[in-house]
């Protein structure tokens, strides 16, 4: 297991240092997410799915996801917006960047980082069904289930967290520590 770390964040402008208290390790994320591939690979593993990548957080969980799956699919990329850089949700959801690609007739998986309140995912799945798939599921590596007042079915899920920020493994705190291997709680200590 990583152990807590401070990390001191640029003094200029002066940012707040924070202890991170990890919560998932690399070995457990590798583990959970090799089931997961198993999972999937059950269900949309004959049907040709497009797997859509929720930018920013969900890059690292989706490239070692779909490393996991050998069948053929392809993937996109959009990038919904909801948080802005606060630490609670805005309320509203915005596309920022739309897939390239048609729908249309296609199995659609959106892959998430996390579901907290549910608010994006339900926005994602709504937007996506107006296109015609033939069917759109979730999968997301993180769920605050405490916190989901929109009751997002989820389809797959790594794990259920307790409701607290975390980090780590594609998701940030202010463009932050989206490099980390592992999965950490913050609590801020000061400047
Ligand atoms: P929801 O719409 O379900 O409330 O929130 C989904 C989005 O909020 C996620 O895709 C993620 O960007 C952000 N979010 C929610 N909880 C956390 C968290 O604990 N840490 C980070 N870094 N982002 C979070």
């Not at 990329?77 to 920022?96: C, H, I, M």
């Not at 899920?157 to 594609?170: A, K, L, T």
């Amino acid at each position: 297991m990583a152990t807590t770390t401070k990390f001191r964040l640029n003094p200029e402008p002066p940012l707040p240092s924070h202890r991170l208290e990890p919560l998932l390790d690399e070995e457990e994320i590798r583990n959970r997410i090799a089931e997961l591939a198993r999972e999937v690979k059950k269900s949309l593993g004959e049907k040709d799915p497009i797997i859509v990548c929720v930018l920013k957080g969900a890059f690292m969980f989706v490239a070692d996801l779909t490393r996991q799956l050998d069948f053929p699919f392809s993937i996109d990329f959009l990038r919904a917006s909801s948080y802005g850089n606060s630490v609670v949700t805005s309320g509203e959801v915005r596309l920022e960047l739309d897939l390239q690609q048609s729908i249309s007739n296609r199995h659609v998986l959106i892959v998430e980082d996390i579901v907290d309140t549910g608010l994006t995912v339900k926005y994602l799945q709504a937007n996506l069904e107006t296109r015609n798939p033939a069917s759109v599921s979730v999968c997301t590596l993180l769920h605050k289930p405490a916190n989901n007042v929109k009751l997002a079915p989820i389809d797959y899920c790594g794990f259920e967290i307790p409701n607290h920020f975390v980090v780590g493994y594609g998701l940030d705190w202010q463009g932050y520590y989206r490099n980390l291997p592992y999965i950490a709680q913050v609590h801020e200590i000061g400047n």
